[in-house]
């Protein structure tokens, strides 16, 4: 993708995102965020053919970057440019969220948020998997494989919600603590 194309891209992205913090997504327009991003519908549908794909692509992009992230343990940029990054993947993935790149936080309690939250815990899902779930379980092995990584990746989403909810006061060391708490035992 050239230049151009991204540059346009990250306006219709940005158009979108905004219009997401002040209404619903289900209320938001083509034309409202066209009109926003300032490109015109033909420019839009070369992008993408719905306002569902965009949605999609969006969340993809966002949340794909910090699961992403999250694996690459060498990476430098944001809380970890002086190297310290932490052990703990569930850790890493919450001090990313605390960092808030692309208003990830008010995504995750706008309006639609549902829609987002859904995307998110599908995204965690693969990181679950291959993080706790396919390295050797102790215990629980009677316990479907899917039951656990739904199970994990739904306490996380709701433990993100809770903190979100409550201004983020605990850190993401002490919210990685309470989690471990609560899953080791199945694993």
């Not at 969340?59 to 430098?76: A, N, Q």
């Amino acid at each position: 993708m050239d230049r151009r194309q991204q540059k346009t891209r990250t306006a219709i992205f940005s158009a979108f995102t905004s219009l997401l913090a002040k209404k619903s997504y289900s209320k938001i327009t083509v034309q409202e965020i066209i009109d926003s991003a300032n490109v015109g519908r033909t420019t839009f549908y070369a992008h993408f053919e719905t306002k569902d794909d965009l949605l999609k692509e969006l969340c993809e992009e966002l949340f794909g970057h910090i699961i992403s992230s999250t694996l690459d343990c060498t990476h430098t940029h944001g809380l970890y440019s002086d190297g310290n990054v932490p052990e703990s993947v569930f850790c890493h993935l919450l001090q990313h969220l605390q960092e808030n790149d692309n208003n990830i936080i008010g995504l995750l309690s706008c309006e639609s948020s549902e829609i987002f939250l859904r995307f998110f815990k599908d995204s965690l899902n693969g990181l679950v998997s291959s993080q706790f779930i396919s390295q050797n379980r102790k215990t629980n092995t009677h316990i479907p494989q899917d039951f656990l990584i739904n199970h994990i990746s739904g306490s996380f989403v709701e433990m993100v919600l809770w903190w979100i909810k409550g201004r983020m006061k605990e850190t993401p060391e002490e919210l990685d603590q309470y989690l471990r708490a609560v899953i080791e035992p199945v694993l």
